[in-house]
């Protein structure tokens, strides 16, 4: 133990003087309580799942224990998958496992996901320790396959992963996304990865237990964006989380407009940082997602439009506060477009390469206080000030 001396006895042995101490520890015979033991046996266990799951072999996969769940993957097209165990809590022959779970998807994912698993184990009568069941940790997301089957639709440039969803309705994902990607690409001049991951669970509470907050958070939300924001070379690929019941409800050119902005998030993530507003993301996005629709201000627009005709122009930027899910709806609608006005703002009067200039210049900042400012003088020639000013003639120009 730590901080603890021995004191040798005259005359005796090196040997017995080790086993002396050894002894205070784990017996002289190399014995410890068990719990170590159990630990290091429950890991081997879990490698061996995790070498069958990658494998696609389900009888090596039953013999360490239940085979639920095995089915519910098999689409995944897995690059990577293997559990580290954190934390055992055992009670005789049962015992609780926590893990780490870290996995990556063939052809997307330079880096690993990372997700937080409980493993729930029996030991028979010869000693062997056995998988009984496995899912989220307490106050951790579930993965899709912890819903149910897993389906899986290539398109050119994404991967749809589906539960409880059609061939038909996941093919249709794709088929947007292949539409996206290319569209993001010729409006954002910077290298990305020109592929996205879809996540289409089986309704709004699926998405909600993938994002593990409430469903109330994303009600009329219909797709979220999940990923590490100034993004380096071994970060995970973003994940698409589509919510079925709200994008149900959107038109064709809804739907298009939602995947193109999503994707957007995809591609400028390594450019977003803590210093960039939620104005500029999500506004950037959106005027990805319109720049081709062939959209009025107006019909883009509608919720800001009828604040500046009740003469409600806005006197600043959106703040990030405004574009908080849980506000109210109209609101949230008002900032997204602000956001989206001011891109198209500095579109028209800059051009468009000093839109995407702009938006690096950004991110690039050290912090977020100052990083507008400094990008505004650097890239555009201009000012805070100066360019709120503006923005608001613009609004009032194309609203009113």
Known sequence: MAGRRGRVVPGTSAVAVVCLLLAALVGCGGRDDGAGTARAEVQRVLDRRAAAVLHRDRDAYAVTGTAAGFDALRAVPLAAWAYRVTALDRAGDTATATAELRYRIAGHDRGSV???????????????????????APKAARQLWDEGTVQAVRGTHSLVLGVGQSTGTLRGFADLADRAVPAVSDAWDRPWARGVVLLVPRSLAGMADLLGSPAASYRGIAAVTTGETGGHERAPADRIVINPDAYGMLGTLGRQVVLTHETTHVATRAD??????????????????????????????PELARAVEAGRLPDALPSDKAFAFTGDAEGLARAYEGGWLACRLIAERWGEDRLDAFYRAVGAGAERAGAVDKALREALGTTEADFTARWREYVAEQLG
């Open 114 to 136: 990372t997700a937080r698993r409980s493993v729930g184990l029996r030991r028979d009568g010869n000693g062997r320790w056995s998988v009984t069941s496995e899912g989220p």
């Open 272 to 301: 977003t940082t803590a210093a960039t507003p939620l104005w500029l993301s999500e506004g950037y996005a959106d005027w990805v997602g319109y720049r081709a629709a062939g959209r009025t201000p107006g019909q883009a627009a």
